[in-house]
T-cell receptor, first 113, second 118 residues
Framework: DGGITQSPKYLFRKEGQNVTLSCEQN?????MYWYRQDPGQGLRLIYY???????QKGDIAEGYSVSREKKESFPLTVTSAQKNPTAFYLC????????????FGPGTRLLVL | AQTVTQSQPEMSVQEAETVTLSCTYD???????LFWYKQPPSRQMILVIR??????QNATENRFSVNFQKAAKSFSLKISDSQLGDAAMYFC???????????????FGSGTQLTVLP
């Protein structure tokens, strides 16, 4: 079945540690996105990529990094510079046309120990 | 920058009744797209309905329909014959058109928590 997978479902980070969230899609979508969701709030864009080996910062990129080495994969690293990483992280993908609609993965819950 | 406002943090509806969720947005663009997403307790974001700003006709998907008022910058979601499975957080979202030359990220409202009462 086609879809977007995110792993792990839950992730625990120790202070000073970098952690990486996985996002994989088999929809043959060119564009991929990372959003952060805090309790009671909407989603905010962290990074997005419209093509392999290229990505752009979103509204809240500080303390995060990404790579896009393969079309199917767009991992997000939460670095130690992100002082408040506890949140729900959602990955999305879409085709790159004017009618594009973003489809979302099941999300990863990141908690700080 | 564009903003999306959902002024109803919580709404409730009786099963089989109709409910309308409100959304307003602010943009200087004339060509854009609007979306309603649903986030059930599983937290998976699910697309409910989409509206292209250049279309005057309101979008409809089964029990879900929108009232798109471009001049008023209003985009409300009507759910008819509400079902228990409709209970979720509903988010309104905005995206520029490619022709605008602006980044095509989604801008989300803060959400409306819908409770369906049996």
């Amino acid at each position: 079945d086609g879809g977007i997978t995110q792993s792990p479902k839950y992730l625990f980070r120790k202070e000073g540690q970098n952690v990486t969230l996985s996002c994989e899609q088999n929809l043959n979508h060119d564009a991929m996105y990372w959003y952060r969701q805090d309790p009671g709030q909407g989603l905010r864009l962290i990074y997005y990529s419209q093509i392999v080996n290229d990505f752009q910062k979103g509204d809240i990129a500080e303390g995060y990094s990404v790579s896009r080495e393969k079309k199917e994969s767009f991992p997000l690293t939460v670095t130690s510079a992100q002082k408040n990483p506890t949140a729900f992280y959602l990955c999305a993908s879409s085709i790159v046309t004017d009618l594009e609609t973003q489809y979302f993965g099941p999300g990863t819950r990141l908690l700080v120990l | 920058a564009q903003t999306v406002t959902q002024s109803q943090p919580e709404m409730s509806v009786q099963e089989a009744e109709t409910v309308t969720l409100s959304c307003t947005y602010d943009t200087s663009e004339s060509d854009y797209y609007l979306f309603w997403y649903k986030q059930p307790p599983s937290r998976q974001m699910i697309l409910v309905i989409r509206q292209e700003a250049y279309k005057q006709q309101n979008a409809t998907e089964n029990r879900f329909s929108v009232n798109f008022q471009k001049a008023a910058k209003s985009f409300s979601l009507k759910i008819s014959d509400s079902q228990l499975g409709d209970a979720a957080m509903y988010f309104c979202a905005y995206r520029h058109s490619i022709s605008s030359g602006s980044a095509r990220q989604l801008t989300f409202g803060s959400g409306t928590q819908l409770t369906v009462l049996p």
